[in-house]
C-alpha cells in the first residue's frame, strides 16, 4: 500500500498548491473593481435576460467559494461576497455560474451526463474506500473473495474517477461561455477581463487536478489488482 500514500501525499501537495493559489488569485482580483458598477448579482442577471433564460433565480448562500448552479430547483447561487461585491473575481464567477445555467437551458450533453450519474455517484463515493479496503484485508484470508470485493471497490471508484473526468468539460465549458459573454457585452475593461480569465483558470485547475489524482489512484488499484491475481 505504499503506492497508494505516494500517490496520495502528491495529490495532496498539487491540490493544496492549487487551492491556496485559487484563492491567492481571487483574493487579488477581489481588488480589481469593475468600472461599470455592477455587482456580482447583477452580472449573472444580466446574463441569463442575455440568453433568454427567465426561470432560474439568483440567490445568496453562505461560505466563501460555495458559489454553484443548482439544475433541480434552478437557481444560481452565489456565496455573499460574490453576490454583493463588485470585481473581477465576482464577475468571473457568477458568469461562470450562469454558465451552467446556460448548459442546461440548451441540453449540453456533458452536463446531462453528468446529472444522470449523480446518484450512482453519491453510492459509489460513499462505499468504494470501505470496499477496497475490506477486499484487500479478506485477500489475505480468503483470496478469491477478497479478489471479488476488491474488484467491486475498484468499479465502484471508476465510477467516481468517471465523474471527475466528465465534470472537466462541464466546468471548462462554463469559464468559455461566461468568458465570451463577458468580452462579447463589453461587461468588462481589458484588464478586468484579464483578470476575470486568470481567476477562471485557476478554478479549473483545481477540477483537472481532481480529476488526474483519481485516475491515477484508479490506476494504482487496477494495477494492484492485476499483480496480486497474477501472484
Sequence with gaps: MMGYYVIAGIIFLISSYVSNKLKS???HYSGLYLQN??????IAEKMLRDH???DVQVISTRGQLTDHYNPRDKT???SEVVYHQRNAAAAAVAA???GHAVQHAQAYGWLTMRSQIVPVVGIASKFANMVIMAGLILTATASTFGNIVFLIGILLFAVTT????ITLPVEYDAS???LAWLENTNMLTAQEHAGAKDALKWAARTYLVAALGSLATLMYFIFLFLGRNRD
Design 25 to 27: 488569485k481571487f483574493k
Design 37 to 42: 458598477g455592477m455587482t456580482g448579482v447583477e
Design 52 to 54: 433568454g433564460i427567465t
Design 76 to 78: 444560481v447561487n452565489l
Design 96 to 98: 461562470h455560474e450562469v
Design 162 to 165: 468517471a465523474f471527475s473526468m
Design 176 to 178: 468559455n461561455r461566461a
